[in-house]
């Protein structure tokens, strides 16, 4: 799949071959404070758990996985935008709710890049496919990404313990719905 680019931004789905600016990314603690409480993750982490994560639920056809996102004049790497089925990690992952999620460097905040890149991924990736709707999750704290969740238009769905493989944690769950042309 190719994501056209919005208008400031451009779009690269991420491949193994990834695993040095997805760890960048991840040096920051506070764009790791609500992951994690503010730990960075070592380029080993990256290796042996985050990228066999991510190629676990890649598919290029669909559109599945993890796009970088960079400024399209400048070519700077602002961030990324994941997207996979909700509960993937489990016995019964969901095709038709897709959650959306977003890590992006801090110098970046609070210029609409994550509300730019997560509609344009969103909707190329829903435009002809059966997902009914898209999801988000974070922690009730991180105020920033509810913001964005609701920029795209979400509302809030429930409050509970997420359960993940790699930890748990309380989730605020926003979604969705898709609307088709």
Request: hydrophobic share 45%; with cysteine.
């Amino acid at each position: 799949m190719y994501i056209k680019n919005s208008e400031r931004l451009k779009f690269r789905l991420m491949d193994i071959d990834d695993a040095q600016v997805l760890w960048a990314l991840d040096q920051d603690p506070e764009v790791m404070k609500f992951l994690n409480g503010g730990k960075s993750t070592s380029i080993e982490q990256v290796k042996s758990v985050f990228i066999p994560r991510m190629e676990k639920y890649r598919d290029s056809k669909l559109g599945w996985g993890i796009w970088q996102v960079a400024d399209k004049i400048t070519d700077e790497y602002l961030g990324w935008v994941l997207i996979r089925p909700m509960s993937f990690f489990t016995e019964s992952p969901n095709v038709n709710d897709l959650e959306l999620g977003w890590r992006f460097f801090k110098c970046t905040w609070g210029k609409g890049y994550a509300t730019e890149a997560a509609i344009a991924i969103k909707n190329a990736v829903t435009a002809n496919s059966d997902v009914t709707h898209i999801s988000a999750l974070t922690v009730a704290d991180n105020l920033a990404s509810i913001g964005v969740m609701k920029k795209i238009g979400m509302s809030f769905i429930s409050a509970y313990l997420h359960k993940d493989p790699i930890g748990d944690f309380d989730a605020v769950h926003y979604q969705m719905s898709v609307k088709k042309l």
